[in-house]
């Protein structure tokens, strides 16, 4: 395989640089935490990224944390940024700030490929490259194919356009109610908050809108208050999901305000936070956050999980946190190709998942944004994988394995068929081990379809509970 790597050797710190607009200072929040906005820096679009002088130390003024640091956090924090000291590793706005968004960077920590280093370098439009360092410590640096590392660094299937594919594969522009708010079931709305992340998936379903601030989406305090006044005007509507970006990404006191104005609201039975910050940035969830989202019960979360290899001691701590602040934790996981598609694989990170605290909710097929072929599965390796672990672990740690449908259908929940058929009253069913078992059903229509698919001959394959002819 052809690799290229930097020059190393060198121990200065990297230039937090800011080049894309969602990082502009002039953004209006809540696309960054307004105390950070100004840790960006905007050099000359001619100034070539470089790496400077070290800077003097600077004096440990960060509060102490008491979060944990995992042996492997400290040895990539000792060889990458030897200047930083584990209190600074620890608060998430240094996360932020030092995140990994040029090919310079990464190359001096990743042995990249000719196929890597050209996708970042061409990364697309809308959707930016960027990792923070904690993240990026759970990534190999010399293997390629690595599951966490292939779902975070660009490749050349991303600019290639496939068959049914869509910048907005699911229609959630199409049911915007108001700016940020997506109105398409009857009781629930989609709050969009942000538009940043603090790590970017590479098959993101909103790659058309996460990390840019201007344009045709943006994200303010503005369009906040007209959302929270959509939802105070719908009284049929009984749950928000708060999504983005990531809301998390938004700072405390925002954070907190837009949750008490949605908490104002009567009829308004719980909120929802959909987020990958407990994942790819855990330190964010500081004992003053879990205080805060102690406040506004009922308050649900869903957190997007990958691969066991990030059920790290950072991670579950961080669940562990919001466990304990009375916050129900579920799981979404996104299926995807020569990543995660082995019953074994999810297997140990659903059952990891529960002794976290954090019941597998869903596994989606993965969306068909535009760029994402490479990433996407059959929907039969789905049922199979369901079948798989049907039986062979506790229903706990099962999930609705669902297609959101394109065009704006909604989630819909895809199962293995265990109904064999009929035999004149009794249902015909088989368990996880292929054995057929009859249940009383006198007067019953279930299994005439499948009866009549036998009657012609059809197969039934045990693999993935399906018939075919």
């Known amino acids: 395989m052809d690799a290229s790597r930097g020059t190393k050797g060198s121990t200065a710190p990297r230039q937090p640089v800011a080049d894309r607009k969602e990082e502009s200072a002039n953004s209006e929040p809540p696309n960054l935490p307004v105390d950070y906005l100004s840790l960006f820096e905007r050099p000359a679009k001619s100034t070539p990224w470089v790496r400077q002088s070290p800077p003097k130390k600077v004096p440990d003024n960060v509060t102490p944390t008491s979060f944990t640091i995992s042996e492997q956090s400290r040895a990539f924090l000792s060889k990458h940024f030897p200047e930083a000291n584990e209190n600074q590793w620890c608060d998430w706005k240094w996360q932020v700030r030092n995140r990994i968004r040029r090919v310079e960077q990464l190359s001096d920590i990743l042995l990249l490929t000719d196929d890597e280093r050209a996708s970042v370098v061409q990364r697309s439009e809308n959707l930016p490259m960027a990792i923070t360092p904690y993240y990026l410590s759970l990534l190999s640096p010399d293997n390629p194919n690595q599951p966490l590392r292939r779902t975070h660094i660009p490749l050349s299937g991303e600019y290639v356009k496939s068959p049914g594919e869509d910048p907005d594969p699911l229609g959630e522009d199409h049911d915007t109610a108001v700016p940020g708010l997506v109105h ?68 405390d006191d925002k954070l907190a305000w837009l949750l008490e104005r949605l ?126 672990l049907r039986g062979h672990t506790t229903g706990y740690a099962i999930p609705q394995f669902v297609v959101d449908a394109p065009g704006g259908g909604g989630k819909i929940p895809i199962l293995p068929d265990y109904i064999v058929g009929r035999d004149g009253d009794d249902l015909l069913l088989t368990n996880f081990e292929g054995g057929v078992y009859r249940y009383p059903d006198p007067g019953g229509k279930t299994g005439q379809a499948q009866a009549a698919l036998r009657a012609q001959g059809a197969e039934y394959d045990e693999q993935n509970g399906l018939y075919s002819l």
């Open 263 to 388: 908490r104002s609201i009567k009829h308004l039975e719980f909120i929802r936070i959909g987020t990958k910050i407990p994942v790819v940035m855990p330190q964010r969830i500081t004992d003053q956050l879990c205080q805060i989202l102690k406040k506004y019960h009922p308050l649900w979360m869903s957190i997007h999980f990958t691969h066991p290899d990030e059920l790290t001691p950072e991670t579950i701590e961080a669940c562990g946190r919001l466990a304990d602040a009375g916050i129900p934790l579920g799981s979404q996981t996104v299926l995807l190709k020569n990543i995660n598609d082995d019953a074994q694989v999810l297997k140990q990170l659903f059952q990891g998942l529960l002794k976290t605290r954090v019941k597998p909710y869903y596994l989606y097929q993965c969306d068909p944004v535009t760029g994402s072929a490479h990433f996407r599965t059959p929907v039969e390796k789905g049922l199979e994988i369901i079948r798989q």
């Open 184 to 251: 398409r079931y009857p009781d629930r709305v989609l709050f969009l908050t942000t538009g940043f992340c603090s790590t970017y998936c590479r098959y993101c379903t909103r790659s058309r809108m996460v990390g840019e601030t201007n344009g045709e989406y943006s994200f303010s305090t503005t369009n906040w208050e007209k959302a929270v006044q959509y939802i105070e005007a719908h009284p049929e509507i009984r749950d928000c999901l708060l999504s983005g970006g990531d809301p998390l990404s938004i700072g």
